[in-house]
C-alpha cells in the first residue's frame, strides 16, 4: 500500500543502511597498514570497484538531489548543465593511465604531489589551499543533502535540518577516519548497487506505473520543463563543470589508486559511461515530481533539493519506500566520503607535511584522523548557512575550476610550463573569479568563464616567457620506464 509517508519500518531500513555503513568503516580499518594504504588503497583497485566508486562519487547528493530539483524548476537546464561535466570526464578517463604512470613510477599520490615535482612546494601549497576550500564546500553540499532527506523524518520522529546535518558528519566521520579509501572503496562499492536498483531504476518505473505509461507522462509533460535553452549563467556552469574534470582531485585520487593504467582508463570510462545513462533519468524524476507530488509539499519541505525524496515518498509502498531512501543516502555518502578523503590528504600530506617533512607516518596516519573529524565539523557550519547543495557545489567549483583545471593539466602534459607561469594562472584565475563575483556577474555570465580564461593567458604567457631561463622538470613516466 502507498502510504504518502514515512513509515516505522522504512525508518528501520535506513537506520541499518546507515549502521552497516559504519561497520564497514570499522572492518576494513584492518586493511590500513600505513599511508599509501590510507590515502590510495594500496594502489590495489582494479576496473569494476573502480567504475563503481567513480560512478557513485560522480552522481553525488547535489548531482541528484541538487540537478533533480533544477530540473523541477528549471527544466532542461539540469542537462545541459550535466552534458559537459559527461564529456569531460569521457576526456580525463583517456588520461588517466597517464595518471595511474606518474603516480607509480615517481611515487606521486596526489595533484600537489605533482606540483611540488615539478613547480616546487609554493606551488604544492598553493594548489592544496584551493584544493581543501573546494572539498570542504563539496563536503558541505552533501551534508545539505543529507540533512534534507533526514529532516523529511522530522514529522514522524523530530529530527530538524540542523540535527539531520549533524548525524550526516558523524556518519562520515566514523567510516573515513577510521578506514580511509578502504573504507569509502568499498562503502561506494555497497551503495553503487543500491543507488543503481532503488534510485535509478526503482522510483522512475514507479513513476510510469503511477502515470500509466510513458505516454501520459508525455501527454501532461509541460513544454518550458523540455525545451533546450541557454543563458549566461547557464554558460557559467557548463564552462565550470568541463574545467573542473580536468583537476578533480577526487578522480585523479581514483586514477592513482588503479592497479594499473589499463585498469585506470577502464574504471573510469565505464564510471562514466553509468553516469552518462543516469542523467536523462534525473531529469526524469525532478519534471514527473510536477505530475505526481502536490506543489505545496515541496514547499513545505523548503527546498527543490526535496523533490527526489518526496516522489519516493509519495508513490512507493511500505518497504521500498526505505529502501529508495536509503539507496538516496548512498548517492549522498558515497561523493561525502570521497570529498573527505581528499580534503583530509590535502590538509595533512599536502600542506602540514610540506612544513614538517619529518614527520612520522606514525603520527601522519594519527594527523588525517583528527582532520577527518575537524574538517567534517567546517563543512557542518558552511552547511548550516546554505541550505541549497547545487549552490554549495556551483559557489566551492567555480573557483576551483577557473585556478586549477587548466594548470593541472599543464602540469601533466605541457613541458613548457614554469613555475611562474602556474602560480601566475592560478592566481589570475582565483582573483577573476572572485571579482567577477563581486560585480554582480556582468552579462549575467558565471564567474568561472573570465577567470579560466585569465588563468590560460597568464599560465601560457608568464610560461612562455620564463620557459628558457626556469626551465620545469618534465615527469614523463614511459621515457623513464624505457630508460630504465
Not at 590510507?38 to 560522480?58: E, H, K, Q
Not at 547543495?389 to 586549477?404: Q, V
Request: net charge positive.
Amino acid at each position: 500500500m502507498v502510504h504518502n509517508q514515512i513509515h516505522t519500518i522504512d525508518l528501520l531500513i535506513i537506520a541499518a543502511y546507515l549502521i552497516a555503513m559504519v561497520l564497514i568503516g570499522l572492518v576494513v580499518v584492518r586493511k590500513v597498514r600505513n599511508m599509501d594504504d590510507y590515502y590510495l588503497g594500496g594502489r590495489s583497485f582494479g576496473p569494476l570497484v573502480l567504475m563503481a566508486t567513480v560512478c557513485a562519487t560522480i552522481i553525488g547528493g547535489s548531482g541528484l538531489m541538487g540537478r533533480a530539483g533544477v530540473a523541477y524548476s528549471s527544466g532542461f537546464k539540469a542537462i545541459m548543465t550535466a552534458l559537459p561535466y559527461l564529456l569531460g570526464m569521457f576526456i580525463f578517463s583517456g588520461f588517466a593511465g597517464r595518471i595511474s604512470a606518474v603516480g607509480t613510477t615517481f611515487n606521486v599520490t596526489s595533484i600537489p604531489d605533482l606540483f611540488e615535482q615539478r613547480f616546487g612546494k609554493s606551488a604544492k601549497v598553493m594548489l592544496g589551499a584551493l584544493i581543501a576550500f573546494t572539498m570542504m564546500g563539496t563536503v558541505a553540499s552533501q551534508v545539505t543533502a543529507t540533512a534534507t532527506i533526514i529532516n523529511m523524518l522530522g514529522n514522524e520522529i523530530g529530527i530538524s535540518y540542523e540535527a539531520g546535518a549533524i548525524i550526516a558528519c558523524l556518519v562520515f566521520i566514523i567510516y573515513t577516519a577510521t578506514s580511509g579509501l578502504f573504507g569509502v572503496i568499498y562503502t561506494d562499492v555497497f551503495q553503487f548497487v543500491m543507488l543503481i536498483l532503488f534510485v535509478y531504476i526503482l522510483i522512475p518505473a514507479s513513476s510510469l506505473a503511477k502515470l500509466g505509461g510513458m505516454g501520459n507522462f508525455l501527454q501532461n509533460l509541460a513544454p518550458e520543463l523540455s525545451t533546450p535553452y541557454l543563458d549566461g549563467s547557464i554558460v557559467g556552469d557548463i564552462i565550470t563543470y568541463f574545467v573542473f574534470t580536468l583537476a578533480g582531485a577526487e578522480m585523479w585520487q581514483r586514477a592513482f589508486a588503479a592497479k594499473s593504467q589499463k585498469a585506470a582508463k577502464e574504471g573510469l570510462f565505464l564510471g562514466t559511461l553509468v553516469y552518462g545513462l543516469t542523467i536523462p533519468l534525473v531529469w526524469f524524476m525532478g519534471v514527473v515530481a510536477h505530475q505526481l507530488v502536490p506543489a505545496e509539499k515541496i514547499i513545505a519541505y523548503g527546498s527543490t533539493d526535496a523533490v527526489v525524496p518526496a516522489l519516493a515518498i509519495e508513490i512507493l509502498p511500505v518497504g521500498l519506500t526505505g529502501l529508495a531512501l536509503a539507496g538516496i543516502l548512498s548517492v549522498i555518502m558515497s561523493t561525502a566520503d570521497s570529498y573527505l578523503i581528499v580534503s583530509v590528504q590535502t590538509c595533512v600530506h599536502d600542506i602540514y607535511k610540506t612544513f614538517k617533512p619529518g614527520i612520522s607516518e606514525k603520527k601522519e596516519l594519527l594527523l588525517t584522523r583528527v582532520f577527518a573529524v575537524v574538517l567534517p565539523l567546517g563543512a557542518l557550519i558552511i552547511a548550516l548557512y546554505i541550505k541549497n547543495a547545487y549552490n554549495i557545489l556551483m559557489f566551492a567549483w567555480s573557483f576551483y575550476a577557473a585556478a586549477a583545471g587548466l594548470p593541472a593539466f599543464a602540469a601533466l602534459y605541457w613541458k613548457k610550463a614554469t613555475k611562474a607561469g602556474v602560480l601566475s594562472g592560478m592566481a589570475a584565475g582565483f582573483s577573476v573569479t572572485i571579482l567577477w563575483k563581486l560585480i554582480g556577474l556582468p552579462f549575467g555570465i558565471g564567474a568561472t568563464v573570465p577567470g579560466a580564461i585569465a588563468c590560460l593567458l597568464a599560465l601560457v604567457l608568464v610560461s612562455l616567457a620564463t620557459y628558457k631561463k626556469s626551465p620545469a622538470p618534465f615527469l614523463d613516466p614511459y621515457k623513464k620506464r624505457a630508460a630504465e
